[in-house]
């Protein structure tokens, strides 16, 4: 009989404390959920309810196995009300027999366990949330920095199609160059505008020469020559080879399957610089920038100033806006000895933008100027449109490349954050 008393306080006791745990339990996972992803609250008020109901039902299930019988056996018997009256008047013994305190031991061991198992499983729930929470808020800020990029480089687009004199482009229009505003959410706004055709684009080795017009690999190869690199034969033929249709040369796949990348010759137009670096014998080397020389010195300028890729195919060459071109590139188009006519065209067009390239018939006559006219234009069709977007620490950046049609339309031909 004593055993079973033993064995019935020590189950009692456990339906309580193992009940309140699961109570504990729901609440942390109902804590836990406020701080998750809105589509992951769902699953966690749901555990959260399922500790709850356990709980509860356990609570419920010792009330009706221990508790309701015991109060309606004292409330019946009259030995019960007798020790009541006892106890009014005298204090109930304080000590209980040795093994009954062992038992009751036992039961705060596990109680104390299970309470160890509660904490552990809360400050892993309070961690858990503290970083979801920080992760959350750094994703909503990122997306809103990479909305207010994209939103800066949409309005630099409107901008181009907005130009009223589409005609002519040149360094004083008010999309080129860059500024700086701050919105009204406190977001820092940075836009660079780049008209493309002020480098020569290496994709144009792609377009087949015709006539006695400068072919697009001696172009390059000038302006190769006027960067410092005095042997570039090897660099653009290699070039060539990588970007036109055909399967026919000394660079095509046959030759990289000899090597040890074992890739295979693209036969299309360079999508990126990273596209350039897989052609043989261009590295990053190439566009290092070097020490600082005077403008006027021959063979002074860096090569990464004077070339650009454009993502586009096209049956003609992309030409270069001689308003907008860079130094290196117009003397090296003009040709050794027109040193003094790319000064003066230099100078003149700070005055006043060109609206035609016809007064180059005069500076470099005629025959040197349908060599090259393909390549002289005063529009501008590609852009290179940067914007960057910060607050508090964190940035995010975009680079589109944007088209300009004939009628003012601009769209967007490759982007990048």
């Known amino acids: 009989m004593e055993a079973m008393r033993k064995h019935r306080k020590r189950i009692?006791?456990?339906?309580?404390?193992?009940?309140?745990?699961?109570?504990?339990?729901?609440?942390?996972?109902?804590?836990?959920?406020?701080?998750?992803?809105?589509?992951?609250?769902?699953?966690?008020?749901?555990?959260?309810?399922?500790?709850?109901?356990?709980?509860?039902?356990?609570l419920v299930l010792h009330y009706l196995i221990f508790t309701l019988?015991?109060?309606i056996s004292d409330l019946r018997s009259e030995t019960a009300r007798r020790r009541r009256e006892h106890f009014k008047s005298f204090q109930r013994p304080p000590s209980a027999p040795p093994a009954r305190r062992r038992d009751e031991g036992g039961i705060l061991v596990v109680a104390l366990v299970l309470l160890g198992v509660v904490s552990l499983a809360a400050g892993h729930a309070l961690v858990t949330a503290r970083a979801a929470q920080a992760e959350a808020g750094h994703a909503w800020r990122m997306q809103a920095l990479q909305l207010a990029a994209l939103d800066s480089a949409r309005a630099a687009m409107q901008q181009l199609a907005d130009?009223?004199?589409?005609?002519v482009d040149h360094a004083g229009k008010p999309w080129a160059g860059f500024y700086e505003e701050i919105d009204a959410a406190g977001i820092s706004r940075l836009v660079r505008v780049?008209?493309?055709?002020?480098?020569?684009?290496?994709?144009?080795?792609?377009?087949?020469?015709?006539?006695?017009?400068?072919?697009?690999?001696?172009?390059l190869a000038m302006i190769m020559v006027g960067c410092g690199i005095f042997t570039p034969g090897r660099?653009?033929?290699?070039?060539?080879?990588?970007?036109?249709a055909d399967a026919a040369g000394a660079f095509e796949t046959p030759h990289y399957q000899r090597q040890a990348s074992g890739h295979n010759a693209a036969n299309r137009v360079l999508y990126g610089w990273s596209d350039l670096m897989l052609v043989d014998g261009w590295s990053a080397d190439l566009f290092e920038?070097?020490?600082?020389?005077?403008?006027?010195?021959a063979f002074a300028a860096d090569l990464v100033d004077s070339v650009t890729i454009i993502p586009a195919p096209r049956d003609r060459v992309i030409p270069l806006n001689i308003n907008t071109m860079e130094p290196a590139v117009l003397?090296?188009?003009?040709?050794?000895?027109?040193?003094?006519?790319?000064?003066?065209?230099l100078t003149q067009r700070k005055q006043a933008p060109y609206r035609n390239t016809g007064f180059l018939i005069d500076v470099i006559g005629r025959d040197a100027f349908n060599r090259i006219s393909p390549y002289l234009d005063v529009r501008s069709s590609y852009f290179h449109i940067e914007t960057s977007a910060h607050q508090d620490g964190v940035s995010a950046r975009l680079q589109v490349i944007a088209h300009r049609s004939e009628p003012g339309r601009v769209q967007a031909i490759s982007a990048l954050f």
């Open 69 to 71: 019988p015991e109060t």
């Open 331 to 345: 003397q090296s188009l003009l040709g050794l000895g027109r040193e003094a006519a790319a000064e003066r065209i």
């Open 289 to 297: 920038r070097k020490p600082y020389r005077s403008r006027s010195q």
């Open 194 to 219: 780049t008209d493309l055709h002020r480098t020569f684009d290496l994709n144009n080795l792609a377009v087949p020469a015709t006539g006695d017009q400068v072919k697009p690999a001696e172009a």
């Open 235 to 244: 660099l653009v033929e290699a070039l060539r080879d990588w970007v036109d």
């Open 12 to 58: 009692a006791t456990l339906l309580v404390v193992v009940g309140l745990l699961l109570i504990v339990i729901a609440g942390l996972f109902a804590l836990t959920a406020l701080f998750r992803y809105e589509y992951e609250q769902a699953r966690f008020f749901r555990f959260a309810l399922y500790y709850l109901a356990g709980g509860g039902a356990l």
């Open 163 to 167: 130009d009223p004199d589409g005609a």
